[in-house]
């Protein structure tokens, strides 16, 4: 499996960015995908996460209301529609895909997830 993230950028704060992931190879076994994100000196965390199959949502609280996440499984695309960002969202963002059937409790946790794309930063100017 394959992850090709894409639609990062520079952007004031208040603005908006809509990220894509990419998926190709061996994506029938997609559980749930996911987005994390690291900024400079700080640990990757958990940003938003989907259900492939019934579409369900999960969001970080610093992001709740504001990011809203969604996939096109003909396509096999992920995307973060990113809303009134603020400079702490600055950060390369990470997309992943998981494969086991786990509670959805797990999908916050980076170790939950098989494969990841590379990277795409984002970057919120004051």
């Known amino acids: 499996v394959q992850l090709q993230a894409s639609g990062g950028g520079l952007v004031q704060a208040g603005g908006s960015l809509r990220l894509s992931c990419a998926a190709s190879?061996?994506?029938?076994?997609?559980?749930?995908m996911g987005w994390f994100r690291q900024a400079p000196g700080k640990e990757r965390e958990f940003v938003a996460a989907i259900r492939w199959s019934f579409g369900m949502t999960y969001y970080a609280d610093s992001v709740k209301g504001r990011f809203t996440i969604s996939r096109d499984n003909a396509k096999n695309t992920m995307h973060l529609q990113m809303n009134s960002l603020k400079p702490e969202d600055t950060a390369v963002y990470y997309c992943?895909?998981?494969?086991?059937?786990?509670?959805?409790?797990?999908?916050?946790?980076?170790?939950?997830?098989?494969?990841w794309g590379q990277g795409t930063q984002v970057t919120v100017s004051s």
């Open positions: 992943a895909i998981g494969s086991r059937s786990y509670p959805s409790s797990y999908y916050s946790q980076s170790s939950y997830y098989d494969y």
């Open positions: 190879g061996r994506t029938f076994s997609t559980y749930a």
